[in-house]
Every structure is written in structure tokens, then in C-alpha cells.
């Protein structure tokens, strides 16, 4: 679970659509062209989960349908790079999305999809990351560069929350330039921790996820940071 640190200057707003529950913040109320984009990119992937039901169950990466739409091209693309099915990737994929369309209309953004986050932004922020009764683990909070925006800040956790994991992480968050794909590393990575022992295994596989910026791993009070990730 991310907590953010959200300047006064942000007007915020929210919206929910079936499993989309979005919070999101910018330089003015955007609700309705939000809203307009929710349903625009669930439709695309509704309907092509209709005609490709195996995008929708799969654990493992598919090969890229190049005559997809582009979120679902994505979602394929960072599923590839993580080792996961695409869908592990589609939290992120929403945020990333409607946070680029938003940006015709503010010159900053964030948009928060369950964990998962999109940042655009002109100031520095800080993202603490919640870890439950393991929370006191020293500096947990990330600090975004607004020069490195956009930006993907991304969560799975195997005991916190609602997102699925086959591992038993109390939180794995990954940094990205893209949300798509800081979503679907978090999930590789959170798959692979089962105990303390195996984070030393996931910090390995996050060198080998092109892309991925760093991550930050939490496990029974214990913290692992890979890559460049400035913890405050």
C-alpha cells in the first residue's frame, strides 16, 4: 500500500468504474474527461478479453498481438519484460493511460489505481510505502524527482490489501518510467518472497526486468532496496 504526499495545489477527485477505482489528483476538477477515459480503456480491453479470453487468465506472457490497441500492446510488452500474464500489468495500465490523456488538460498529474500510481509532477514528492505491523523499517518513503516524471510507483503485496500474489511479500514496490510496467515487476517480484531468504532471489530478478528503475522489498521487518530508488 502507497501513502502520497500530495502538494496543496492539487485539486483532487475520484471515480469509480467496476474494478477501476481511481484517485486523482491535478491542477483542476477533470472528472468527466476521467471518467470519459476509464471507459475508453476498459472497453478496449473488455472487448478484446471477449475475443481473447486467454489474456485475461494467463500467468505467463503472451506474444504480441501487434493489431491490438496500444494499452493492450502494452500490457503485453511489460508482461514480457516482468515474466507475467499481462494482466498483472492492467491496474498500472489504466492509471498510466488516463493520467496521459489528463495531461492535455493539466500540466500535472497523479493517478492512483489501487496501489498503483501514475506521477507527473513539478515538485518534488515523497510515496510512503505501508508495510502493515512491519511498517517501522526504517526510511520507507520514496522520494520522486520530478525531473525523472512521468513516472510509475507501483505495490503487490502478499499479506495487505486486495491484490494477488503467489508469494507472501508484506510489500514489493516497483519504480518505472511506466506504470505498465512498475505493475507488472511489483507482481514478479512480490511472487518470489515467501521469507526473508528469498529476497536476495527477487533483488536478482528485478536486474534482469529491462527497465525497472529499482524496487524497494519488504519482508517480516526487513527491507531490501534495489537500483536507484532515494528512500526519505
Known amino acids: 500500500m502507497l501513502l502520497l504526499n500530495i502538494d496543496k495545489d492539487f485539486v483532487s477527485f475520484g471515480l469509480t468504474v467496476k474494478e477501476t477505482d481511481l484517485c486523482i489528483w491535478a491542477t483542476k476538477d477533470l472528472t468527466k474527461m ?9 472497453f478496449q480491453l473488455e472487448e478484446y478479453i471477449k475475443q481473447y479470453p486467454l489474456f485475461k ?20 510488452q511489460a508482461s514480457q519484460k516482468a515474466g507475467v500474464g499481462p494482466m498483472a500489468a492492467v491496474a498500472g495500465a489504466i492509471a498510466e493511460y488516463v493520467g ?20 507527473k509532477v513539478d515538485k518534488k514528492m515523497q510515496i510512503k510505502i505501508y508495510a502493515g ?7 520507507t518513503a520514496i ?24 508469494g507472501k511479500a508484506d ?24 521469507k526473508v531468504a528469498d529476497m536476495d532471489k527477487a533483488i536478482r530478478l528485478a536486474s ?25
Open 133 to 139: 505491523q512491519f511498517n517501522n523499517t526504517g526510511k
Open 57 to 76: 487468465s494467463t500467468i505467463k506472457p503472451l506474444s504480441i498481438d501487434y493489431n491490438a490497441p496500444e494499452i493492450v500492446k502494452s500490457m503485453m
Open 143 to 166: 522520494e520522486v524527482d520530478p525531473d525523472h516524471t512521468p513516472l510509475g510507483v507501483c505495490t503487490s503485496s502478499g499479506t495487505i490489501g486486495h491484490s494477488f500474489s503467489y
Open 171 to 194: 510489500a514489493v514496490t516497483a519504480v518505472a518510467s511506466s506504470a505498465i510496467l512498475a505493475d507488472a515487476a511489483a507482481t514478479a517480484l512480490a511472487n518470489h518472497i515467501n
Open 34 to 42: 476521467a471518467f470519459e477515459s476509464v471507459l475508453k480503456y476498459r
Open 100 to 119: 496521459m490523456d489528463l495531461l492535455s488538460h493539466t500540466n500535472k498529474v497523479v493517478v492512483e489505481n489501487g496501489g498503483d500510481i501514475f506521477i
Open 208 to 232: 534482469n526486468i529491462k527497465g525497472l528503475k529499482g524496487a524497494v522489498l519488504i519482508k517480516d521487518g526487513i527491507k531490501k532496496v534495489y537500483g536507484r530508488v532515494i528512500m526519505v
